[in-house]
């Protein structure tokens, strides 16, 4: 899989995940740029270890339409087009809803809506744009397998990425005539510092035998799947979604 001569935007890219998906856009030859909401130390290291040249890092809240569209443009000023978007940017809230008053019930679905869901489209909304005017383009999610499976300490997560998947597989019957192909990527458990308190925690071992092979996903894995979704030779993957969970959690 070789990116020459693209541009890529991954949100959320300053760590984890995002990062990997931006190290391997780089190392196979695309210009990226890093998205980060307030971890500017972070989205920086992440730029020092992008191969090449003529990378940069954007900041923005997801979470705020004006902000996204802002991000948006300063990149296609920047750089002068975006071929390929991630939507990698996310959050994870546990809230059960016996312990929680009908308040905190609605602000906890509208923050993790607002970004997981929301904020995606928003972003795809104004990437598509960019992208039906150059001829063409890739969006890529970031999903999960609690889309599925059900999560029931997170409802808003799950329900989020549910959204999400369907999101994906519209955008991918939507953009097809504008030569804009659209693929999601479910990972279950990675190794990344959103889940190290889970894995770190007396059920970590319980976590990890969910999946035959004994462990959680790396992040590289993940990213090699976004990476693929968004290669030339991919495109008739439209509209699907790619389970990257160990078989922890199967599907027909």
């Known amino acids: 899989m070789r990116f020459d001569d693209k541009i890529a935007l991954v949100t959320g890219g300053s760590r984890g995940i995002g990062r990997q998906i931006a190290l391997g856009f780089a190392e196979r030859g695309a210009k990226v740029a890093v998205h980060y909401r307030a971890k500017e130390a972070a989205a920086q290291k992440t ?19 004006a902000q996204v569209s802002e991000m948006v443009d300063r990149v296609v000023k920047h750089m002068g087009r975006i071929d390929i978007l991630v939507n990698n940017a996310g959050i994870y809230e546990e809230l059960l809803l016996s312990d929680a008053s009908y308040e905190e019930w609605g602000e906890h679905f509208a923050r993790t ?8 489209a928003n972003a795809s909304y104004c990437a598509a744009r960019h992208m039906i005017a150059a001829g063409g383009g890739r969006i890529v999610n970031i999903s999960s397998r609690g889309a599925f499976r059900g999560e029931p300490t997170a409802l808003a997560y799950g329900a989020s990425k549910a959204g999400l998947n369907s999101l994906g597989q519209s955008l991918a019957k939507l953009l097809a005539p504008y030569n804009i192909y659209v693929g999601t990527v479910a990972p279950g458990f990675v190794e990344t510092d959103m889940a190290a308190e889970h894995l770190a925690s007396p059920d970590g071992d319980e976590i990890r035998a969910q999946s035959p092979l004994g462990r959680v996903a790396k992040p590289e894995e993940v990213a090699y799947v976004a990476l693929f979704l968004a290669s030339d030779g991919a495109e008739f993957t439209t509209g ?13």
Do not use: K
């Open 240 to 252: 699907a979604i790619i389970d990257v969970n160990g078989a922890s959690y199967l599907r027909s």
């Open 47 to 65: 730029l020092s270890m992008l191969a090449g040249d003529g990378h940069m890092i954007v900041p923005a809240d997801i979470a705020d339409a």
């Open 113 to 120: 809506l607002q970004v997981n869901l929301i904020g995606a």
